[in-house]
């Protein structure tokens, strides 16, 4: 085949969708390029943004939690009401508002438009909006702090009924604003959602096939697909739950006898609740872990120089993750009481997943296997991901086991599973992430010495964090109690463990602060990156200019003509060779 | 290219070097985006129906009367979709006359029909099938709630419709949104369809 021929056929190919340089949208005043930007890439600075101030809360509410159990009684301003408080909000934010935001909306925003080829999202102004919506639900929630009563204490599952009912910290605004918010947040991902979706769909540019998209695209994209078709589980328990609060109706609370009063409720199904809830929070699960995953595929394939082990498979197995994560929510229910023969079936399911889970990490450890490997900061996230990923499989599988679920639900070990494998590693993948792609954001590198101790220090601390929850937790210390007490069955030295536990969260805690000046400082007296300072294929990194201008790619679209993960070719020239180089004599391809 | 053969090709064996796709998928971006809404909007009332099915097991679930008003809605939300069909197929022959008598109607229709469930809600709780009284109430209020608000989202597109079709805006820039619209329309017709036939068998 003449393949050198077909760069000139390609001019064929010109859709009719593509969007000229001057059609683009372009802002007359400050405001309209900073604040109501419809620029894909200043929305994702503020959604990020956003999403790690409201971070930032939870993670100072984590560290009040700690004080607690490492020294109870010792600070008097945590009631036992401010601490389910505390528990319930550090939840609910760090999953829904922090993770969800930072990967869909801020990773997604920055990235999908660069790496398809595109100028910016296919619906700028609509997108505009999902921020703003996102926003008001990020105040409507911090609103709860300061209303009477105080956030809602219900455990970040709002179980019904005790989630509305008089004696639960915030049962009257608190909630309202906690359901209200949530559902703000709900209708503005979704417009963000369509968004993400259709542009990958629509707007890839010429020769960017489906099998040639980078796997960060893959997997944002498929855990936009899973938020848009799981939130609206959320958005439904969320209004049905406000109704029984606001207007008395009984679609999940049952008849009840409350503080010696018998309420108007009549016979209504908390179980029901659970079902919803856990229809959207089970691929809650992979709406973090999808992105995360496609985005530590692609720095370990950067980093280690070598192309990506099984791409197909990847591939393959972010999709299949993604329809198996709608088939296995009862596994957090175990203990709600269910049909013997619907507990094996989702036990079954649940283990299912852990097939193309475990297809994912063998490639990742292959594609290390006899790579260049370049132990960046970004590199060393990555890896760390992988490790802790595996550790929080390991006990997934443990817990999906209805008979070991139940001794060991509603204990510390339930903690330790789930952050190993939902908090930590994909707050992992996002420092990797920010490592990485900090240079083409801002045009500067950020300063290697503190991104390694920021590393090591959050790395290690983690694991003196969570792995003494396992022990305690299969002693049977339960948790969201705010002090356990003097009890038979748990010895004193778990509280000298808890103690241990509660320093390291401090010190892991104080350490991001680092991370945060690293930032802040880098944009200025940062090293100046480059166009490509890592040597990557894919588009992003192939811009006319750093940061890239509004429009991406300056006046033409690149085209594409391989895959993303052309590194270390035998025969070609350099290491790596982008997306948009064609077929010549230094890139070694085939003919 | 199909969708299982795109993604059985092995991208780095595969024609290295050349441009194989014209990227872009299938279909117009309007409509992949209203489909793909659809889908999250036919969610939200798949989750309604679940719980709904889940929550009448219950021994305290009382079914409520079905007004008979409701088959008359039913009839003029009907005929608010043809006449929306109708406006989109005017749209594509070029008859600007069809297209705006068939756009009036068809929102017109709408407006009737969120009137007319209005009224069926003034009946019931006239008769004392408040939402708090039963849970089946509870459905039957949230449902049409959640239906009507969809319409009412609907008739904000048919609004800016209805100004572009009074500024003369030419008929082939209006093509499109009268095409969404009308498939918009459909889908709450049928969505309308299902939740009365679940009220009418339950």
Redesign the interface.
Known sequence: ?A??D??H??VD?V?P??IAEEALYHPKTWLGKYVFSQDAKIIALQYSMTAMAVGLIALLLSVLMRLQLGFPGVFSFITPDAYIQFVTMHGMIMVIYLLTALFLGGFGNYLIPLMV?ARDM??PYVNMVSYWVYLFAVLLLLASFFVPGGPTGSGWTLYPPQTILPGTPGADWGILLMLISLAFFVIGF?MGG?NY??TV????????????LPLTVWGIFMATILA??AF??L??SA??MT?DSV?????FMP?IVSMGQTL?Y????PV?FQ??FW?FGHPEVYIVALPAFGIVSELISVHARK?IFG??LM??AIVVIGGLSFVVWAHHMYVSGMNPYFGFFFATTTLIIAVPTAIKVYNWVLTLWRGNIRLTVPMLFAIAFVFTFINGGLTGIFLGNVIVDIPLSDTYFVVAHFHMVMAVSPVLAVFGAVYHWYPKITGRMLNETLGKFHFWVTFVGLYCIYYPMHYLGILGVPRRYYATGVTDFIPESAQVMNAGISIAAIIVASTQLVFLYNLAVSTTRGKPAGDNPWGATTLEWQTATTPPSHGNFGKELP?????A??YSVPGAKEDFIPQNV???GD?G??R | MSLRRQLSTKPWLAQRGVVTDAGGFVGSTPKVTLGAFLCVASMVFALFIAAYFIRMTYADWRPIPVPALLWLNTVVLIGSSMALQWAAVSSRREHSDGMRLGLTLGGGCALVFLVGQWLAWRQLSGLGYFIDSNPSNAFFYTLTAVHGLHLLGGLGAWVRALVRVRQGVEIARLRMTLELCAIYWHFLLLVWLVLFGLLLVT
């Open positions: 085949m393949m050198t077909v760069a056929d390609a190919y859709r969708a593509e080829g296919v619906f979704t369509l979706v259709v769909l629509q707007a890839r540019t010429r020769g960017m096939s489906l099998m040639r848009l078709l609206p589980a958005l439904v209004v049905m109704l207007l008395g109706t009984s679609f008849a108007d009549s016979g209504g199904s029901l079902h919803l229809f192309n791409y197909r591939v393959w085209l594409v003509y391989r895959w993960y052309d064609p077929a010549s890139t391809d085939a």
